[in-house]
Each structure stands twice: as C-alpha cells, then as structure tokens.
C-alpha cells in the first residue's frame, strides 16, 4: 500500500495520488504514519498546503507519537508560503508533546526567518537550539547566519560561535565567506580568506577559483583573471564550462587589444619617419 502510494507521490499526480488516498481510506487497511507523511509530504511540493494543513491538523491529535519528519515538512512549507507565525506554532506544540524539534527544524526556521529580517527571531531560536541537548548546531546553521551577514563586521562574530560550538569549516563556509567578500568588494579580507583556505588542508577548489575569476572580470582585471584561471588548471582542477567560454572570450580579447595597439603604434612610428624624411629633403635643398 504505502510502496504504491509513494510511487504516485514521485510522479507528482495529485489527482491520481489523491484517488488512490481515497481508496486506501475506504480499504480496510488504515493508513500509518509513513502513509500520512508521504502524502502530506507530496501536497506541500505541490503547493496544495491547504490540503497538506488539513490533513495535518485532522489527525495532530490522534497521534500519541508525533512523526518530526511531517513536521518539519509542514514547517517548512509554511515558511515558505510566509506563513511563518502558522509554523512556529507547530513548531510550540512540537515542544509539547513527545515531538522534540530537531536540527533540520531549528535550521528551517533559522533559514526562512532570516530571509524576512526577522533576525531577532533567529538568534532568539540560535540560543535555545545551543541550550538544548542533542541538537548540535551544524555547517548549515552557520552557512544561514553568514548568508545573513550584512556587513564584513559580522562574519568574525559567527566564526567565533562557530568555533565555540565545536563546528570546523567546511568547503561550503570558506566559500561563502569568500563570495561575501567578494560581494562587499573588501579585497583585503579577500587575500585573507584565499590564503587561510590555502593554508586549511581542504585547499581551494574549482568554486574558489570560479568566483575569483568572475570578480576579477568584472573589475576588468582581465590579466589577473587569466592568472588565475592558468593557476587552476595547472593544479589539475577542471573548470566549468562556462568559465572556459569566458577565459576564450577574454583570450580573444586581449589579442584584438595587442593587435590595434601594434597598429597604433606602426602607424606613430611610420608617420614619424615620414616626416623625419621630408624635414631632411627640404633642408638638402636649401
């Protein structure tokens, strides 16, 4: 039943999904809890939430056990919606029952109240996801609070309670504080940033070199940007497609550039001659 129903659920068929729900409500097999959490799951990334709501909020007090799963699935698409009050309400009676929110339901929240603002909110949850047990701040945690960082000012503080709770940076955090600073054009702490991931073990990848060379571009430091791109492929590192489009097209460029500047400068020197020339006949016949 519930194998069934999932496969209707990953063919994205509401119609269909929700005939057979139908008959499973009028079979003499009861849908579990795995069976409401595919379903609700399947409504919700169909945008049918008011459905996913109602089904939800019809069987909440039949459960004695709550499944976190659904909850952070319903959670997460409130949020999504902007019905954020509707979510941290779930999110309250999650912490009445035996229900306890996890990381994947703190970080939900965390991600969705920082895209609204609501930055009092967020650190108000960051403090009491700290206090509680089990429920360990991760990469992701961090990753949002950086993302939400409106000022280079900001990212010490988050590293500091990064490395307060135990989380090493990973691929994912050096890049992002690289492309925020890069973002904030602060190319000092740029240099800082690129020398401490060379300098961490995990060493730079195709995504640092990618947004270098894209930010060097854009400056219009097509030299540098080449440099770079050079440095990476002779480190083995395998650029995307699109970057090699780019550095064709700078290539191109610069050579149209070297071209028109040894015109120009033929041009001065030839005319110079010439005018040395006629200079030099014109006193002879004096």
């Excluded at 989380?167 to 904030?184: A, E, Q, V």
């Excluded at 947004?211 to 650029?239: C, H, Q």
Aim: glycine share 6%.
């Amino acid at each position: 039943m519930n194998i069934v129903l999932n496969r209707w659920c990953m063919l994205g068929n509401v119609h269909e999904t929700k005939s057979f729900w139908n008959d499973i409500i009028k079979s003499k097999y009861k849908p579990d809890m795995f069976s409401y959490g595919t379903f609700i799951n399947a409504l919700t990334k169909k945008g049918k939430l008011g459905a996913a709501m109602k089904l939800f909020r019809g069987k909440w007090e039949k459960w004695c056990d709550p499944n976190v799963v659904i909850c952070n699935c319903v959670i997460d698409a409130l949020c999504f919606k902007k019905r954020i009050p509707e979510a941290l309400e779930v999110f309250r009676e999650m912490k009445k029952c035996v229900c306890a929110p996890n990381v994947t339901t703190y970080n939900s929240l965390i991600k969705h109240l920082g895209k609204v603002g609501r930055m009092e909110k967020v650190y108000e949850i960051l403090d009491e996801m700290e206090e509680k047990e089990g429920c360990s701040l991760n990469n992701a945690t961090f990753n949002y609070l950086l993302k939400f960082s409106e000022k280079p000012e900001k990212v010490p503080g988050v590293l500091e309670r990064m490395e307060r709770n135990c989380c090493n940076m990973c691929y994912d955090t050096y890049n992002l504080i690289l492309r925020l600073y890069l973002k904030w054009d602060h190319e000092e702490r740029v240099r800082h940033m690129w020398d401490e991931i060379g300098k961490s073990g995990l060493g730079l990848d195709w995504r640092s070199y990618t947004v270098m060379i894209y930010w060097l571009y854009n400056k219009g430091r097509v030299e540098d940007a080449l440099s770079y791109f050079d440095n990476m492929t002779s480190k083995g590192i395998v650029p995307e497609p699109k970057i090699e489009i780019l550095v064709n097209s700078m290539r191109n460029k610069l050579k149209e550039q070297e071209g028109e500047k040894q015109k120009t400068d033929l041009g001065i020197n030839g005319k110079s001659s010439r005018l040395r020339s006629r200079k030099f006949k014109k006193t002879k016949a004096r």
